[in-house]
């Protein structure tokens, strides 16, 4: 079956710009989240949607980034004025529901580099 | 959420079993193990879970100590596709949680031919 997909794969972006990141989740999974993984690091949580709501925003970094979900599905992280700390790798998971014995699935990832 | 330590980093044989350990002294009772594993240039993926038993799937097994401060992924014939990071994450279950994982640094396990 289809998993997590993300678009676009790759994204190069002048300092300044605004970006969008797309995550379109597993069918039927109720949450979904988004991470982000700079160069040589571990991942970091940026927020999660139940459902189109975002009860936890706690995991972004400032007031550029914002995430909308629409529909109970697809998913947008957009950052505005980008910066060059903003490059790194962005991740969606979606996953049935928060309960902590459910696994994640995640995408391959958007690779942003702000030059 | 509780902390967990791993060795930066594991070398194996291929076609050897792998013991990767997990250390989480301050685990609650709600708390279920976790392991994720990334491969190079790819998202992480789902190896295992438990919460007090040992666990055996198709990719791995779970060993889980009596008192639950420690567990053990097993590898039980590890292949040059294993070679990845491993992460041992916590999740608890109480009201409010979001079930975001928190990913510390892992264990980078080399296979060699």
């Known amino acids: 079956g289809a998993g997590v997909s993300q678009s676009p794969s790759n994204k190069v972006t002048e300092k300044g710009k605004d970006v969008e990141l797309r995550c379109d989740p597993i069918?039927?999974?109720?949450?979904l989240y988004w991470y982000r993984q700079r160069l040589g690091q571990g991942l970091e949580f940026l927020i999660y949607?139940?459902?189109?709501?975002?009860?936890?925003k706690s995991g972004l970094p400032s007031d550029r980034f914002s995430a909308e979900r629409t529909g109970e599905s697809v998913s947008t992280l957009t950052i505005q004025r980008t910066q060059q700390e903003d490059s790194a790798v962005y991740l969606c998971?979606?996953?049935?529901?928060?309960?902590?014995?459910?696994?994640?699935?995640f995408g391959p990832g958007t690779r942003l580099t702000v030059l | 959420d509780a902390k967990t330590t791993q060795p930066n980093s594991m070398e194996s044989n291929e076609e050897e079993p792998v013991h990767l350990p997990c250390n989480h002294s301050?685990?609650?009772?709600?708390?279920?193990i976790h392991w994720y594993r990334q491969l190079p240039s790819q998202g992480p993926e789902y190896v295992i879970h438990?919460?007090?038993s040992n666990v055996n799937n198709r990719m791995a097994s779970l060993a889980i100590a009596e008192d639950r401060k420690s567990s053990t992924l097993i590898l039980h014939r590890a292949t040059l596709r294993d070679a990845a990071v491993y992460y041992c994450?916590?999740?608890?279950?109480?009201?409010?949680?979001?079930?975001?994982?928190?990913f510390g640094q892992g264990t980078t396990l080399q296979v060699k031919p």
């Open positions: 998971a979606s996953s049935w529901d928060f309960s902590s014995y459910n696994e994640q699935f």
């Open positions: 069918s039927g999974h109720t949450a």
């Open positions: 949607f139940q459902g189109n709501s975002a009860p936890d």
């Open positions: 301050t685990i609650s009772g709600t708390d279920y």
């Open positions: 438990g919460l007090t």
């Open positions: 994450i916590l999740r608890r279950t109480y009201s409010g949680n979001t079930g975001k994982l928190i």
